[in-house]
């Protein structure tokens, strides 16, 4: 046994009349203990599916390839040396659940909820069988890991969600077998552009569309709602943002790593209010995790000042048809000059180009006051924050908020 010893964070603990919840830990797997669970579910074949699609997606080929070649490839920067070192101790604990059991009274933490790393990865691989097994596989690792440690300890399942119908799938059997409480969803889902499948599908590796599963997607994804409702677990975010538009930086992991999180959970929650599931299922809480919260005050605020401008009724203030035409003709003959004398009639604006024009962008979230605003977005998220991110203040400023709230 470690000798714990007392700390900040301790002595800390010591002064608090309530529990300390660790709600997004992390553990470090073995690539070899991950590979041998592969191999029970999937086989060798599969197993070899699946590392080769992981090599590729983890950034290992950039340390095969030279600078040229990186640039020829547009291979991002992957994470490095992104684990504890100088204290060995704090690797170690990151990796053995029961170490980590026996120090969390020292970390001043009473119950944590531990989330992968390489797990993070799994819902990603390209072939959905390979992918499938590897998200079962991890999860039978991980039951296996943390089995005894359940006072203190939760790891979460890794639920892959290419589709609605894999995802129930995974999180039956993770719930429902497997005895675990959190399910983590990976909430950006790469999909191929349809017209570079056709013409180029070997470049569909650069040029693909993101999902963010509740907006826009080419599947219904309410089932899956309605199934963490059913078994009454939250959804709990965790996509990655880095490689993804200008996070492709071949040389700096810093460049595509700052704010990764944040972007990630800015596009899943702008998509659950667009798409009006906050609406439809007004009960079921939705974590944002390591993403900070400075992010969704500003969405917030955002969603409130563009739904005065352009939601149903805002909107028609910038209807074309209500444009007095001979006034505005009279004006540019006025003012124009040699430039735009009698031009008053040909900007694009001055028309409606599409029958999609003025529709109301709010519609599916059922927004008909700043109030209904706040109710789809405030009671349902939470976000996952840093201890030592300054930017959680804002959370809690009543001034900067619409409707005096306070974010969860």
Known sequence: ?????????SELRKRLDHPVIDTDGHMLELSPVIFDYFKQVGGPEMTEEAFTDLRLRDGLKWYEMDRTDHRRHNLIRPAHWAAPAENTLDLATAMLPKLMHERLPEMGIDYAVVYPTIGFALPDIKDADARRAACRAHNLMMADMYRGFEDRLTPAAVIPCQTPGEAIEELDYAIGELNFKVPMFINLVRRPI???????????RYAFWIDTLAYDSIY???PLWQRCMDLKVPVTAHAVGQGMHMRRSISNYMYNQIGHFADAGHAFAKSLFFGGVTHRFPDLNFAFLECGVA?????ICDLKERWEKRGATGIQQLNPEKIDRELLGSLFEQYGGEVLSGRAQQGAFLRKVSEHDGEDDFAAAHVNSVEDLLERLVPNFYYGCEADDRMNAIAFDTRLIPGGSKLN
Do not use: F, R
Not at 194 to 204: H, I, T
């Open 194 to 204: 349809d017209a570079v499948e056709e013409q180029a599908p070997e470049m569909s």
């Open 295 to 299: 992010w969704g005050a500003s969405l």
């Open 1 to 9: 046994m470690i000798k714990t010893k007392a700390s900040p964070s």
């Open 220 to 222: 219904d994804y309410d």
